[in-house]
């Protein structure tokens, strides 16, 4: 084995007295949660870090401490984060398993940061920069991974995906748990396909540094497989294999061989290291706990002028506005990508939203994908992380169930799991809801299945709101948000103007954010209102047909609200808009329990306890699946019938309890 350079061998020591001394400090009962040591996979991100450049972007897992130590040399504020003491990388939120700083990221999730390190390379297409990330011979089993490969291979993408292959998962060694071969996995994308078991740092930097060349050329993408060992347990103590096995895979460590090839100089730097983290390891418990914050890297997205949106004399269908409001926003703001499936023209998307952007602003910023929604998830999350903004579209937002790992494990947790807020400008478009006879899985209102996850903000097309600015706002406010888009009133015309018909008039609230704020529909005249409806965009025209129905049939006053931004509700405008009326119902089309309709009832019930006359009711589309055929499916959803009856019985209630 050739002998070490003085970098190579003090960056190989650190690692290994490093994750040694974590394992030491779990058995003494000093740390908590869990950690995955790399011991045996030193040499490989020591191998590495020399051939990285500071716009490379670098994507780590649960056994990332190696790459974070030899990329950034950092150990006093890794070991401060896994130990949760002042001077955490991270503040003590990420802890072991969730690290970022600079241009280094880890998660925790199996397979995940492959999608995102999709968007990353896209991000840098054309600049010689790469995204690099690691992946163990277990993540293999996650779909993620294919879905981000056969994305990487189509775009030709400067991916590199190194996997330490050390044989065996938590427990279950790799030949019970993978078919096949990685190679041929990655071969079968287009990826350039590398192996080696070369184990020493200097060797294995000397095969990968022309690799690595001609993916920053424009090569595409390379899959790096290596054989490696790991020598420690799965996280802590868990290692169920033999110990002759271990004592076998000993044999092959670097640190062995050159404790034997080199003992007097690896004597003297071992014992350097191990006394330099022991004094590290003993300054940093005697500190006090962190205290959840780190040191800000980066700001919101700068906001970017807002063109001037013209309004056409004659009302447009709220698709056609979508689709200028798209416009628009790719317009002025050159850092905004399009994503989604069959979203190129000449075929405008499955509703028309996207008409016409791909043959404006480009295929590079306007792309159709494969059919993979985690993957494009996760994609829009990388370009957003790396200082591009991303609009995706979800086909069917029955879909965005197969991007919900991307969505609440990765980009609304990054939002502020790493210490600080971390800006990810993303919007994934949704269109929803049913009454168009696409049957169970293409007709759903799949709202309260995403409300409640901490910073990701919802929202919902409405009549009145403008989609421009409500892009604007979600883009800039650096918070990965959900846009959902009922079908049918894509094909409505807007209420623009303040007027909504010969009876209605609207008006819009103020945020104090500049968000989108809550459209107030009501009778001309003004006046105190019998009753108050709640609903979401989707069903703004069936809940003014409804109050048109009560104001004429039944000489019921309904004020109508409707708000565009769904998550965080806004709770407390809705109570104040709410007042002193008699009743008040919320209408959706989600089903029942807990619904976005139930927790506006809620905050009402909190905030409105002393003054309401009786419960806040919700009203849901029927708890089961939505037929195609046109008549079953009437019946499912939530009518202007159903919401006139239960205001009136709503009113009824309430005078005969005050008579009682």
């Not at 880890?106 to 990353?120: C, D, F, I, K, R």
């Not at 890297?297 to 001037?308: F, H, K």
């Not at 159709?368 to 200082?387: D, F, H, Q, W």
């Amino acid at each position: 084995m050739p002998e070490p350079d003085d970098r190579d061998l003090d960056a190989l020591l650190l690692i290994r007295h490093f994750e040694q001394t974590l394992l030491r400090l779990f058995a003494e009962g000093r740390i908590s949660g869990t950690t995955h040591t790399c011991l045996g996979q030193e040499y490989v991100p020591v191998a590495l870090a020399p051939l990285l450049r500071d716009d490379d972007f670098v994507f780590s897992n649960h056994r990332g401490h190696g790459h974070y130590l030899a990329l950034t040399g950092d150990a006093e504020g890794l070991l401060a984060e896994v130990m949760g003491r002042a001077g955490a990388v991270c503040g003590g939120v990420g802890g072991s398993q969730h690290v970022y700083t600079g241009r280094f990221l880890s998660t925790g999730v199996q397979g995940e940061s492959l999608p995102v390190a999709v968007g990353a390379a896209l991000h840098r297409q054309g600049t010689g920069a790469v995204a690099l990330a690691f992946t163990g011979d277990g993540t293999w089993g996650e779909g993620a991974v294919y879905e981000a490969l056969n994305m990487a291979g189509l775009w030709e993408l400067p991916l590199v995906v190194v996997v330490e292959n050390n044989g065996i998962a938590q427990s279950t060694p790799t030949a019970r748990a993978l078919s096949g071969t990685i190679r041929a996995r990655a071969e079968a994308f287009g990826a350039a396909y590398h192996h080696s078991a070369v184990t020493d740092a200097a060797g294995l930097r000397a095969e990968l540094a022309p690799l690595l060349a001609l993916v920053r050329g424009g090569g595409g993408p390379l899959v790096v497989e290596l054989d490696t060992v790991r020598l420690g347990p799965h996280s802590k103590g868990d290692d169920t294999r033999p110990a002759g096995e271990v004592e076998a895979m000993a044999r092959r460590d670097w640190y062995g061989r050159y404790a034997a090839e080199f003992p007097e100089r690896f004597r003297a730097a071992d014992e350097r290291w191990a006394k330099e983290v022991r004094r590290l390891a003993d300054e940093v418990a005697a500190r006090p706990p962190a205290d959840g914050r780190a040191v800000p890297q980066a700001g919101l997205p700068a906001p970017v002028a807002r063109p001037r949106i013209a309004v056409p004399e004659r009302p447009e269908r709220v698709v056609e506005h979508l689709n200028r409001a798209l416009h628009a926003v790719l317009e002025a703001d050159p850092s905004v990508h399009v994503l989604g499936e069959d979203i190129a023209d000449p075929y405008p998307g499955a509703f028309a939203v996207t008409r016409g952007l791909s043959e404006r602003f480009g295929t590079e910023r306007v792309r159709s994908t494969p059919i993979s929604e985690g993957a494009i998830a996760g994609a829009g999350a990388g370009l957003a992380l790396s200082g591009s903004k991303a609009v995706v579209e979800i086909m069917f937002g029955d879909f965005v169930t197969l991007a919900v790992d991307q969505l609440v494990n990765f980009a609304a947790k990054s939002v502020t799991m790493y210490g600080r807020r971390v800006p990810l400008p993303l919007v994934v478009r949704c269109p929803v809801g049913g009454r168009r006879g696409y049957g169970p899985t293409h007709s759903q209102s799949p709202q309260k299945l995403l409300a409640g996850v901490p910073d990701l903000a919802l929202y919902e097309l409405t009549p009145c709101h403008d989609a421009g600015e409500l892009l604007f706002h979600a883009l800039e406010s650096g918070t990965p948000s959900v846009l959902f888009e009922d079908k049918i009133l894509y094909t409505t015309r807007r209420w623009t103007g303040g007027t909504v018909d010969d009876v209605f008039r609207y008006r819009i609230t103020a945020e104090p954010d500049g968000g989108p704020g809550i459209a107030v529909v009501e009778p001309a005249g003004g006046g105190e209102p019998d009753a108050v409806l709640i609903v979401p965009g989707g069903l703004a025209h069936r809940a003014v047909e409804a109050a048109r129905e009560l104001l004429l049939e039944d000489e019921l006053w309904v004020r109508v609200l409707v708000p565009a931004r769904l998550w965080p509700v806004p709770g407390e405008e809705l109570a104040a808009l709410c007042g002193g009326a008699p009743a008040v119902v919320v209408a959706e089309d989600g089903t029942p329990g807990a619904s976005w309709g139930t927790e506006v009832a809620h905050g009402l019930h909190t905030r409105l306890w002393r003054s309401l006359r009786g419960p806040v009711d919700v009203l849901c589309a029927a708890d089961g699946v939505i037929p195609a055929a046109p008549g079953l499916e009437e019946d499912v959803f939530v009518s202007a019938g159903d919401i006139r009856r239960a205001v009136a019985e709503r009113m009824a209630a309430d005078r005969q309890e005050a008579r009682i």
